[in-house]
């Protein structure tokens, strides 16, 4: 059983990994996955009672993500519906591309531990359009943008879906997180920004001419309302990690207790208008634009791993690492790097059913330092993050082009931060 477990999930592995060649949605991979793994589990284990015990506890910890990820992805689309995100991109000063890139790195690093890498990536590079003409200037700023999206988002519990999963699953605290893990993420964005922004120094922006796009819906939003949903958006999830604190609820309970509020709130203040207008910022036609396919691509791999947990698989590898590696710093850089050729989600699951928390109690050295390594390592390579494969898309930016232009930059980075936290967690201890 367990060799027929460990070939199928390495199917799916190379199945998501090759999305692009194949044509085939990592999310339907995922999917058939779990279900191949659970159906020759449970038939393999001959005990059909207790693998649907196991479901069912894995189910739980799987939704209780896809939750919080469905409640936060409709806070970001209710704030964007409004363009609460110029409150942020209307106040931006530069008059040089070094200038520039350095304000965008910064608002990418703190944005995408307020909303999450994903989202601020497709915020910042969609605004790029209105602030650079030529193309050359865009990519260079988007690659940096994927680079300070993927820090930002890692020292955040609500910042990036793996340290996501580890804040949920117990392994990480809010403070702790924040505190420990923000400069060496900060380091790994610096790095390759100083060197980015040497290289652009004195050259001037060029603007694009102003040209009106008729299929661009103007915003309808006033003042008022943008400067009100774009605040209880942030309020909806800053709140999250203090409801969890202070109620030790689950944390999608907070953001869908949020998401209710902000729902109402924007009801209550565009009762007056029409239904045409009123039907483009509903929360109701925010829920049909959140990216559907990347919540069941989540449950689908978060439940093919768990079948390899409860097989004995994932903690046979720990002790294997163990004993052949020895060293959890080595192997917590390694799964960084392989993030970046591999979805960064199915790496952290791993390691959650590979470690016991009993052994490795949470806010230790290992939970942190992965929350880093998968969160930052998916910079190296474009298709190595969801932020990366959103700027690739919005920009048609070249694989090949990108690995040569900033995979050295990303990858000084990474190392750069891991020695960071490496040198103050022996600091600290």
Known sequence: MTVALIIIFVLVYLAIALEEPLKINK?????????????VYAMASGDAAIADEQLNESLINTAQIAFFLMGAMTVVEVVDAHDGFAVITSRLRARTL??????????????????????TTIVMVSLLRRLLRHREDRLVMAGMIVISANAGGAWS?????????????????????VTRLIVPSLVNMLVPLAIVAWTLRGKPIVAPEPVSDPCEVPSDSTSFERNLMFTL??????????????THLPPFLGILFGLGILWAIGDLVHRDKDHSQRERVTIAHALRRIDMSAIVFFIGILLAVATLEHAGVLAGLA???????GRLDVIVVAFGLLSAIVDNV???????GMYDIGAHPPDSFLWEFMAYCAGTGGSILIIGSAAGVAAMGAEKIDFIWYLRRFG???LVGYFAGALVYILQTNLIS
């Open 408 to 410: 050295g930059l990303a």
């Open 98 to 119: 070094a200038t520039l890139v350095i304000f965008l790195c910064v608002v990418t690093f703190f944005l995408s531990a307020v909303l999450d890498n994903l989202t």
């Open 319 to 325: 002790r294997w690492l163990d004993a052949e590696i």
């Open 27 to 39: 999310s339907a991979a995922a999917l058939a996955g779990a279900g191949l793994l659970w159906t």
């Open 157 to 177: 519990p609500i910042g990036d879906v793996t340290t996501t999963m580890l804040w949920i699953g117990g392994q990480v605290t809010t403070v702790p997180i």
């Open 346 to 352: 199915p790496m952290v699951a791993a390691a959650i």
């Open 233 to 246: 958006g942030l309020v909806a999830l800053l709140s999250v990690p203090a409801f969890k604190a202070v």
